[in-house]
């Protein structure tokens, strides 16, 4: 059971059961929330104090019910506090939601699924159990791990955190960056931050079988720690993974098939490679300074370390309805009000992108259409601008209804991975990329974020990405050819999109 906050078990009116999260404080009895509070056993607080537990399960034989939710002292820069003190942490991620309104940060899983190459692990404390099926297997053994009931008003109630890679299902050797087709991890205990209620909590839920102490640890040092000596630092500059000859030649080639009709958008994408060495959690500190990214996400991983600044919402599933925010159409950003609001309105009256935009609408209108209940696919916004630091985006969000003989599990599977990244037709367009492109995408343009209760969902396009794999890190961007492209514009774009992030690793900002 778990300890971290005392668990006291009250028998109330009616026969049932409910358990009582009993916290107290150490130290002066105010009621600051900046004091620290700690869980004592035998310790009683006055009834506003305590939070009973949502029901979870009317099983007769369960004598209390979860969530268990202890209050944390709330600071708006704890989430970067947890992810700097997290490093001795087992398989700590952190992702930021509602736009950055929210926060979650989770560790110490039960258990992990990996695939890699089409082999299928379980990583759990007994050890690695190879698992028959490969990805056809995958996502039963996702539905199975789902916690089977609501914890509260949060979100997320549980359950799987982490990635995606854009290969997922189709790569069949390994590719030039080592790092796993899906790395998902379950996790039953985990730090809820709200910054419009200013609330900060650690819940745990059903399937917890953790160190309490484990978190106890991270959350006094996070908690009690406002500087942290640890550094990051760039070894090498960023060094384009393509030559400029190289994606000439390749956007030859995919005009080549535009033209011949085989597809009529693709989606090209290049890699840049620095070496590099420190701790990733502080440059994502210093990313995030830079860039309002409403989709980030941070993971560290024995596989790797990922960096995530996403703008774009792949799917976002809550209670049987589906959201999807593709991003088609890019403007650089402007240091001159009159020349950036001029950008920002030739990217809205851009014929082109607006074509570009539209073509990806109706593949994600398709893509939504096969699990949806009839009539209900909608465009809800179409052709939106969205301005962040770097760039202008052009943004357009469709909706549907998931059908009675469809679950959370199927929408994913079958959208996956995300239209605006691939071109349409979506199949051949990624023919044409598995082709041209010389670097493995790996990470970028896959998917992280979580799967929780009722297959409730929230999962970002694994844009403004960036991958650690030893003292190596690789970071990607590109943009969608179409037929009337110009070569030198779209190797242009790729820089508006990540060249303010690079150079400010390579500044040591």
């Known amino acids: 059971m778990f300890v971290l906050a005392l668990l006291s078990i009250c028998y109330c009116a009616g026969g049932t059961y409910h358990a009582v999260l009993v916290s107290c404080k150490t130290g002066s009895p105010t009621e600051s929330a900046s004091d620290e509070r700690y869980v004592t056993k035998n310790a009683k607080l006055p009834i506003h104090q305590r939070q009973l537990a949502v029901p979870c399960s009317s099983d007769p034989q369960m004598p209390y019910s979860f969530p268990l939710v202890e209050q944390l002292p709330y600071s708006a820069g704890l989430g970067a506090r947890l992810r700097e003190s997290a490093v001795a942490a087992s398989r700590p991620v952190w992702l930021r939601l509602a736009s950055g309104a929210q926060e979650l940060f989770a560790a110490w899983p039960e258990h992990v699924i990996r695939l890699e190459t089409g082999a299928l692990q379980r990583i759990g404390r007994s050890g690695i159990e190879a698992l028959p099926g490969g990805v056809d297997a995958l996502w039963n053994l996702i539905r199975d791990g789902l916690p089977a009931c609501t914890s509260g008003q949060r979100p997320f109630h549980g359950g799987w955190l982490g990635s995606l890679s854009y290969d997922l299902g189709t790569r069949k050797e390994p590719g030039s960056l080592t790092f796993p087709d899906v790395l998902l991890a379950n996790y039953r205990c985990f730090i809820w931050i709200d910054h419009e209620a200013r609330v900060a909590e650690l819940v745990t839920v059903d399937g917890f079988t953790g160190s309490t102490d484990d978190w106890r640890v991270l959350t006094e040092k996070a908690i009690s720690q406002t500087a942290f000596p640890d550094t990051f630092s760039l070894l090498t500059p960023f060094q384009p993974m393509t030559s400029r000859s190289r994606y000439a030649a390749d956007f030859a080639r995919i005009q080549t098939y535009l033209h011949a009709g085989d597809c009529y958008q693709v989606n090209y994408a290049q890699a840049f490679h620095a070496r590099c060495a420190g701790q990733g959690a502080i440059a994502m500190r210093h990313l995030l300074a830079l860039s309002r990214a409403s989709h980030a996400a941070w993971m560290l991983a024995p596989e790797g370390e990922v960096l995530c600044l996403s703008p774009e919402l792949f799917l976002s599933i809550r209670n049987g309805r589906v959201l999807t925010k593709p991003i088609k159409g890019t403007a650089p950003r402007n240091a001159d009000p009159v020349l950036d609001q001029r950008n920002r309105m030739q990217l809205a009256q851009s014929q082109k992108n607006q074509a570009e935009n539209l073509m990806i609408v109706d593949l994600l209108r398709h893509d939504l259409g096969r699990h949806a209940k009839t009539g209900t696919v909608r465009v809800e916004r179409l052709f939106d601008i969205e301005s962040l630091p ?17 679950d959370a599990i199927d929408v994913i599977r079958d959208c996956f991975p995300g239209g605006s990244i691939t071109g349409a037709p979506k ?67 790729c820089f508006d999109k990540m060249g303010a992030l690079m150079r400010a690793l390579e500044d040591g900002e």
């Not at 770097?390 to 469809?406: C, K, L």
């Not at 890190?473 to 037929?483: P, R, S």
């Open 390 to 406: 770097q760039v202008h985006h052009m943004v357009s969000s469709i909706s549907a209804e998931v059908s009675a003989g469809s």
């Open 427 to 493: 199949k051949r367009a990624m023919e044409i990329i598995a082709e041209l492109e010389p670097t493995s995408r790996s990470i970028y343009c896959g998917s992280i974020g979580f799967i929780t209760a009722g297959g409730d969902t929230e999962l970002n396009i694994a844009i403004r990405t960036l991958l650690r794999l030893g003292g190596d890190m690789y970071t990607w961007a590109g943009g969608g050819i179409v037929a009337d492209s110009d070569c030198d514009a779209e190797y242009q774009e």
